[in-house]
């Protein structure tokens, strides 16, 4: 069956540190790729997606994405987080891109110390 | 610019009882349309997907259905509401590939 794995589901940093955040799919043909964010007490919003081109996606607040379709991964990463990154990260993938099916990651809640 | 009003907010029902949540989309046309329940660690499950008025599609056997009257409009009910109901719903819609665009959601206890 497909999935999306993310495999950390809770990761706590000081501010300023760097973020890795892993997501690998199961899905072996074409794929759009998302990452959502959820802020405490807010909806899912939008953080970046792939769809195709430069493997390298840049998207809100500094985060960017990469996709590596050997390793059917697209880790999100950001160089240095604030506390206000504090949130839950959800990765998604559209498959076959197009059509109604995207299936989410189970999340990694993210914490940012002051 | 397209936006999506779910409601209520948070609602506290008792076991037994019936269950309408309602979302509408405003600015596209023939959107589909989804509602989710998210768990704590274990994401979005996709409980009911619409591609048209009257479409309605299950992704999960379970004690709830949908139904799409409108174009814009997908409603989430039960008849009788278990305890196990309780969570967070969420509504969204897409176009395409485009991504999902997620409504607030809505807090249910059945208590």
């Known amino acids: 069956a497909q999935s999306v794995s993310q495999h950390n589901h809770h990761v706590i940093l000081s501010e300023a540190a760097s973020l890795e955040l892993g997501c690998n799919y199961s899905?072996?043909?074409?794929?759009?790729l998302f990452w959502y964010v959820q802020y405490p007490g807010q909806h899912l919003q939008l953080l970046l997606k792939?769809?195709?081109?430069?493997?390298l996606v840049k998207g809100i607040k500094g985060f960017e994405a990469e996709f590596i379709k050997s390793k059917f991964s697209f880790n999100l990463r950001k160089p240095s987080v604030q506390w206000s990154d504090t949130a839950e990260y959800f990765c998604?993938?559209?498959?076959?891109?197009?059509?109604?099916?995207?299936?989410f990651g189970t999340g990694t809640r993210l914490k940012v110390l002051a | 610019s397209q936006t999506i009003h779910q409601w209520p907010a948070t609602l506290v029902q008792p076991v037994g009882s019936p269950l309408s949540l309602e979302c509408t989309v405003e600015?596209?046309?023939?959107?589909?349309l989804y509602w989710y329940r998210q768990a704590a660690g274990r994401g979005l499950q996709l409980l009911f997907y619409?591609?048209?008025?009257?479409?309605i599609s299950s992704e999960v056997p379970q004690n709830l259905s949908a139904s799409r009257p409108q174009d814009r409009q997908f409603i989430l009910s039960s008849k009788k509401l278990l305890l196990s109901d309780s969570g967070f719903y969420l509504c969204?819609?897409?176009?395409?590939?485009?991504?999902?665009?997620f409504g607030n959601g809505t807090r249910l206890t059945v208590t």
């Open positions: 899905y072996g043909g074409t794929v759009n």
């Open positions: 792939y769809f195709s081109g430069d493997p």
């Open positions: 969204a819609w897409s176009t395409g590939g485009s991504p999902l665009h």
């Open positions: 619409s591609v048209g008025i009257g479409q």
């Open positions: 600015g596209t046309s023939n959107p589909n």
């Open positions: 998604a993938v559209n498959t076959p891109p197009g059509t109604y099916k995207y299936i």
